[in-house]
């Protein structure tokens, strides 16, 4: 429970690169998956025309209405905003995938920074909650298990 509680703990350390590290790569949709893992969290992949690949994460906030409004894209131009630095790649696979930190299609915009960066927020803050949480019950059994030992003897 230590363990756990410290991995939520990390988790609620991280955050998105600032505003001002905003990169925008504009471009025309070419690929859009949808992928929903058995666990884990879902995300959005999708590739513009020049080859370059992001992913939306749900803990963007959204990600049904982000994914219709991606498919009902008829050809418009994206502005995708994204970190250089803040990006991955699924384990056996070459590709760069950016994180998807601001979405606009044509004039439209999508999901702004702002509004990312709440969701990823407030996801930190459950982080944060469930990590103490944890903390608390492990030195809850501790003591318990401490005391019913010495009663024990």
Known sequence: MLALAGLFSFAS?????PASELMIRSGQLSSLKY????????????QLIDGSWFQYSSKAG???????ALQRNEGELLKVGYAYGFSGSPVGDE?????????QIGSQTIKSYQQIEDAWKSDYQLAVIVG???????ALLVLFGGVLRFRGQ
């Open 35 to 46: 992928l929903t893992p058995v666990r884990g969290s879902k995300s959005v992949r999708l």
């Open 95 to 103: 590709r760069q995938f950016y994180n998807v930190l601001s979405l």
């Open 62 to 68: 959204d990600i049904d209405t982000v994914y219709r």
């Open 13 to 17: 350390n991280q955050s998105l690169p």
């Open 132 to 138: 103490k949480g944890l903390l608390i019950a492990s």
